[in-house]
């Protein structure tokens, strides 16, 4: 059931479509004016407006742009006796869905409606999924070091300056993708998509395709036509991760279309303009890459129209505990895990290290001692980190090992973790390699290696 506004001056026409839309089950609100139209939207927001442009005191078309905010979220539906084009155009960029052509079919004007509501629910589910998406942007950015304050605050400034070309550094693991993200949900571009594409993850011979999309028969496989990231994005923002992955024919491609704002789908003749922002990022030394001839100068210099560079976890330290909160509040409710904090012990460690793989480490951290843990706070001994002090004294009583008070091998270490992760499993290895991130292949492949090792050492 649907709310429908119907404004058409015909009195035995308005009165069978009221009809047969009540029948239908929907709530209908018919108007034979105008003004009797701008009163009920001044009073309620309909689902659906059935509008009729030849009105007596006024063009439809005017109503519609006159009331253009009040309709944002109610599908508009425009009803003509004469096919005008012009009408017709100006119809579709105010944003109208359809068109109802007089003398109406009972059938065609259900199923009409029924396409328009439906593609209505879809857009509206789409916005509450994006306002979900930055809503839970907001709640992710933790900054409590001055260091990243500062580039939050310089993402405000490019948000609020509309340029179209960003250029984020930084080492991997330091939440460049979410600068970037924060960066367009500060936009006038927040309301459009938002699409990240991997330039190390895609194949060099899909990358061109996932980009530009293709045309019908550009190539054996290209059964129909497809739209590429650009295409998709218009009027929002790509993210372009990885930029330095990119190959010299694809950056000259790219520069492309950063320099005249269009371009042509794989196979195509048409050009198609688009207005995006491009975020690219990168993890590489781009002038390296420039003075070794495997990254394009002019590329560069367009995508450095505003560099941000984010700083290591190591550089922003006043972040590492609130972050690692962050992590185990998430994690405590997707392992249903009721652990309350880190130890102080726990805690110094956690500063103390040099996270070389920056938050994304972190946040590995602090899952994987979840999973481990057995206490109400997570210790030492359930902390795996890369030449860290990572087994305290009772962690070594507990397992048996002796190990050293201040270094411990890493062979040794993993073989702990998966001792201790098949005691936790029952010996299952399917559970087992499910706590520990592996594959069970990967499982088997290292308990096999235990069975020789220790058969090699009696």
Same mark, same amino acid.
């Given at each position: 059931?649907?709310?429908?506004?119907?404004?058409?001056?015909?009195?035995?026409?308005?009165?069978?479509?009221?009809?047969?839309?009540?029948?239908?089950?929907?709530?209908?609100?018919?108007?034979?004016?105008?003004?009797?139209?701008?009163?009920?939207?001044?009073?309620?927001?309909?689902?659906?407006?059935?509008?009729?442009?030849?009105?007596?005191?006024?063009?439809?078309?005017?109503?519609?742009?006159?009331?253009?905010?009040?309709?944002?979220?109610?599908?508009?539906?425009?009803?003509?006796?004469?096919?005008?084009?012009?009408?017709?155009?100006?119809?579709?960029?105010?944003?109208?869905?359809?068109?109802?052509?007089? #003398?109406?079919?009972?059938?065609?004007?259900?199923?009409?409606?029924?396409?328009?509501?439906?593609?209505?629910? &879809?857009?509206?589910?789409?916005?509450?999924?994006?306002?979900?998406?930055?809503?839970?942007?907001?709640?992710?950015?933790?900054?409590?070091?001055?260091?990243? %304050?500062?580039?939050?605050?310089?993402?405000?400034?490019?948000?609020?300056?509309?340029?179209?070309?960003?250029?984020?550094?930084?080492? *991997?693991?330091?939440?460049?993708?979410?600068?970037?993200?924060?960066?367009?949900?500060?936009?006038?571009?927040?309301?459009?998509?938002?699409?990240?594409?991997?330039?190390?993850?895609?194949?060099?011979?899909?990358?061109?395709?996932?980009?530009?999309?293709?045309?019908?028969?550009?190539?054996?496989?290209?059964?129909?036509?497809?739209?590429?990231?650009?295409?998709?994005?218009?009027?929002?923002?790509?993210?372009?991760?990885?930029?330095?992955?990119?190959?010299?024919?694809?950056?000259? %491609?790219?520069?492309?279309?950063?320099?005249?704002?269009?371009?042509?789908?794989?196979?195509?003749?048409?050009?198609?303009?688009?207005?995006?922002?491009?975020?690219?990022?990168?993890?590489?030394?781009?002038?390296?890459?420039?003075?070794?001839?495997?990254?394009?100068?002019?590329?560069?210099?367009?995508?450095?129209?505003? #560099?941000?560079?984010?700083? *290591?976890?190591? &550089?922003?330290?006043?972040?590492?505990?609130?972050?690692?909160?962050?992590?185990?509040?998430?994690?405590?409710?997707?392992?249903?895990?009721?652990?309350?904090?880190?130890?102080?012990?726990?805690?110094?460690?956690?500063?103390?290290?040099?996270?070389?793989?920056?938050?994304?480490?972190?946040?590995?951290?602090?899952?994987?001692?979840?999973?481990?843990?057995?206490?109400?706070?997570?210790?030492?001994?359930?902390?795996?980190?890369?030449?860290?002090?990572?087994?305290?004294?009772?962690?070594?009583?507990?397992?048996?090992?002796?190990? #050293?008070?201040?270094?411990?091998?890493?062979?040794?270490?993993?073989?702990?973790?998966?001792?201790?992760?098949?005691?936790?499993?029952?010996?299952?290895?399917?559970?087992?390699?499910?706590?520990?991130?592996?594959?069970?292949?990967?499982?088997?492949?290292?308990?096999?290696?235990?069975? &020789?090792?220790?058969?090699?050492?009696?």
């Amino acid at each position: 059931m649907a709310m429908i506004q119907l404004v058409e001056d015909e009195k035995l026409l308005r009165w069978s479509l009221t009809q047969r839309l009540e029948k239908a089950g929907h709530i209908v609100h018919s108007a034979e004016t105008l003004a009797e139209a701008s009163e009920h939207l001044r009073r309620h927001q309909p689902d659906l407006l059935l509008l009729d442009l030849s009105l007596p005191d006024g063009h439809g078309l005017d109503f519609y742009q006159t009331n253009r905010d009040r309709l944002e979220g109610t599908s508009v539906v425009i009803i003509t006796a004469v096919g005008d084009v012009e009408d017709a155009v100006r119809a579709m960029k105010l944003g109208a869905v359809d068109f109802l052509t007089k #003398p109406v079919e009972h059938e065609t004007l259900i199923q009409l409606v029924n396409r328009s509501l439906e593609l209505r629910s &879809e857009q509206l589910e789409a916005l509450a999924a994006r306002s979900t998406r930055e809503r839970r942007l907001t709640q992710e950015v933790i900054a409590h070091s001055p260091e990243f %304050k500062r580039i939050l605050e310089i993402g405000d400034e490019v948000a609020r300056s509309q340029v179209s070309t960003v250029l984020v550094q930084g080492e *991997s693991g330091t939440g460049k993708n979410l600068v970037a993200r924060y960066i367009h949900a500060g936009s006038a571009r927040r309301g459009k998509p938002c699409l990240e594409v991997s330039c190390a993850a895609i194949p060099e011979q899909l990358l061109e395709s996932e980009l530009f999309g293709y045309e019908q028969g550009a190539f054996t496989d290209a059964k129909r036509m497809k739209r590429g990231t650009f295409e998709l994005a218009d009027s929002g923002t790509v993210v372009l991760d990885e930029i330095g992955e990119l190959t010299l024919p694809l950056q000259a %491609k790219l520069l492309h279309v950063l320099e005249e704002r269009y371009f042509r789908r794989v196979g195509g003749v048409r050009e198609i303009h688009v207005d995006i922002c491009i975020i690219a990022l990168t993890n590489r030394d781009l002038r390296a890459m420039i003075r070794e001839r495997t990254f394009r100068e002019d590329l560069f210099y367009r995508l450095n129209v505003f #560099p941000i560079t984010v700083p *290591s976890l190591r &550089e922003r330290r006043e972040d590492i505990l609130p972050l690692a909160s962050y992590f185990l509040r998430q994690f405590r409710a997707k392992l249903d895990r009721h652990c309350g904090g880190f130890t102080r012990e726990a805690e110094n460690l956690l500063l103390s290290y040099s996270w070389p793989g920056n938050v994304r480490e972190l946040r590995n951290t602090v899952e994987r001692a979840l999973i481990l843990e057995r206490s109400e706070l997570i210790g030492t001994r359930s902390l795996v980190l890369d030449g860290a002090v990572g087994l305290n004294t009772a962690a070594e009583s507990s397992t048996g090992l002796g190990l #050293p008070e201040q270094i411990v091998p890493l062979a040794t270490i993993e073989r702990t973790m998966v001792e201790r992760a098949m005691a936790i499993a029952s010996g299952n290895q399917t559970r087992a390699a499910e706590l520990l991130g592996i594959t069970r292949d990967q499982l088997r492949y290292r308990l096999k290696k235990y069975e &020789e090792e220790a058969a090699t050492s009696q």
